[in-house]
């Protein structure tokens, strides 16, 4: 069984779409988690952005969607 | 028949604006869930990358998964000379959905995985995109896969 996510979690989700330029000045590179419409954490990794998440919200971290916020261009290729 | 529909991201990449309007840097993503051993993994947003031969999986996405590691002496690079990452090759098993919580069915594929956490989760053509349907009008802001 494949549990889904909630309506708040998409809505969370299309927020980071919306705000993306801000949050590309303010968090290049980085993984973000966002519970209700608010950056709730952040880290180099997911499970530094949702430890944080965790801790502000106490809510269930599959709740909270965790983004990589890309700032710039990136190639990535194999040798 | 199943669809999935995909978000159009349109991200402002200031150095891309600095000398002329580029205006907005367009993305295809969706919603991407792992099978674990007992469970399914949280949704993760994807890039769907046409440009890529196989998907590329951040440590924190794969580490959980039910992943069966294939190979380990591959490197990735990137336009920096000089500049590369380890990666494995392994097979996971995973399904894409949207937020009417539309869901794929399984799909199991060989992707790379790597040891850093410092990139998006891409999603590339190896046992994912070139087994689907897909569709893709940014002009009207549609895109999705049937199944």
């Known amino acids: ?79 | 028949m199943e669809r999935i529909n995909f978000v159009i991201s349109r991200e402002i990449q200031k150095d891309l604006n600095k000398d002329i309007n580029f205006g907005r840097a367009i993305r295809i993503k969706t919603e991407v869930k792992f099978k674990q051993m007992k469970s399914w993994s949280r949704s993760f947003f994807a890039i769907i990358d046409t440009g890529a031969y196989i998907s590329l999986l951040p440590h924190d996405v794969w580490k959980n998964a039910d992943v069966e590691i294939i190979g380990t002496n591959y490197w990735l690079r990137g336009l920096v000379p000089n500049s590369k990452f380890p990666v494995k090759l392994g097979r996971v098993k995973c399904v894409l959905l949207d937020s009417k919580l539309n869901i794929s069915d399984g799909i199991g594929m060989l992707a790379f995985l790597s040891d850093s956490e410092q990139m998006p989760l891409i999603l590339g053509f190896k046992d994912v995109l070139e087994k689907i349907k897909m569709f893709i009008d940014c002009k009207n802001n549609e895109a999705y896969i049937e199944e």
């Open chain 1, 1 to 79: 069984m494949i549990e889904l996510e909630s309506k708040r979690y998409f809505e969370d989700m299309m927020w980071t779409e919306e705000n993306q330029p801000e949050l590309s000045e303010t968090y290049p590179n980085m993984w973000i988690a966002v519970y209700q419409k608010k950056v709730v954490g952040v880290g180099k990794s997911i499970s530094e952005a949702e430890a944080e998440a965790k801790k502000t919200t106490n809510t269930d971290i599959r709740e909270i969607p965790v983004v990589f916020i890309e700032h710039g261009a990136h190639i990535y290729w194999n040798e």
